[in-house]
């Protein structure tokens, strides 16, 4: 659920499946180390640290 399935899928699907991967994100005690390595190596796919791809992306352009 943290990443993309390899066949196309629903923009509601997609929303459900990052919903339940950021509702794990929440409960995470690594949470922030998660994110910020993600941040670091400017990781382009999936849930990191609570955050999707396009949330991270506009936390790197600020």
């Given amino acids: 659920m943290f ?3 390899t066949q196309p899928e629903r923009r509601d699907e997609k929303r459900f ?9 929440g409960e ?3 949470r922030d180390d998660c994110l910020g390595y993600a941040l670091s190596i400017r990781e ?5 640290g609570g955050l999707s791809e ?9």
């Fill in 28 to 30: 995470c005690a690594v």
């Fill in 44 to 48: 382009q796919h999936g849930i990191w």
């Fill in 17 to 25: 499946r990052e919903e339940r991967a950021k509702a794990i994100c």
């Fill in 54 to 62: 396009a949330e991270r992306r506009s936390m790197a352009t600020v």
């Fill in 3 to 5: 990443f993309p399935p």
